[in-house]
């Protein structure tokens, strides 16, 4: 059971990959819209605000400057993330997967008692995934979220296969929101469930999807 909550968190680790600098306020077909997805905008404002959020709970850690150096591309991999959301909203959507609050609330105490505790909890999750302490039952719904999206698809995702099936439900949903980035952001790959190239420093420690037939999901 660990091992395969550990490969759950690694997939879902595989999300917080990103994208440029959030430096402008839009694009003139979505002035003020970092993105629009599923005909929704995502606002600078929002991702700035998560940002902010991080940064806020780093600089108040006793690894203050550390942590800043760290994550110095941060409202990118907010912005992935809440692209990334919603994907996986629709995907979950899709296959008739819904996730109830005693679900999150189980699984931040399981991750509460692997940390050894609130605080320790907290303090991984700012370091590791630049998720502040309020952003934290979000980011669990979503580990919630994958692993039932799996079993309701029947795949294992601690298999390359499993997490194949997982990857090409994504991209399919990720089709089907039509997702349109400004371009001062760079462009979404439905494929590679990637906005731009950049690549958060621990996701090449971790499991990513298995590459998927360019046709899959088309």
Known sequence: ????????????????????????????????????????????????AQAADVRAAQESSPEAAQLVNKSGQLNRAKLHGLIFGRILDKAAEDAGVTVTRKEIQEARTASRAQAGGEEQLRAMMLQQRWVAPEQ????????????????????????????????????????????????????????????????????SQVTEFAPQDPQAGA
């Open 136 to 203: 934290i039952d979000n980011d669990m719904r979503q580990e919630v979220l994958l692993p039932k999206l799996a079993k309701a698809l029947g795949a294992d995702l601690g298999t390359p296969a499993g997490q194949q099936v997982v990857g090409e439900a994504l991209t399919k949903a990720s089709k089907a929101l039509d997702i349109d980035v400004n371009p001062r952001f760079g462009a979404w790959d439905d494929q590679k469930m990637q906005l731009g190239t950049y690549q958060a420093p621990w996701i």
């Open 1 to 48: 059971m660990h091992r395969r909550r550990r490969t759950a968190l690694a997939v879902s680790a595989a999300a917080l990959l990103a994208a440029p600098l959030l430096a402008a306020c839009g694009n003139e077909a979505h002035p003020g819209a970092a993105a629009v997805v599923g005909g929704e905008r995502i606002e600078v404002s929002a991702v700035q």
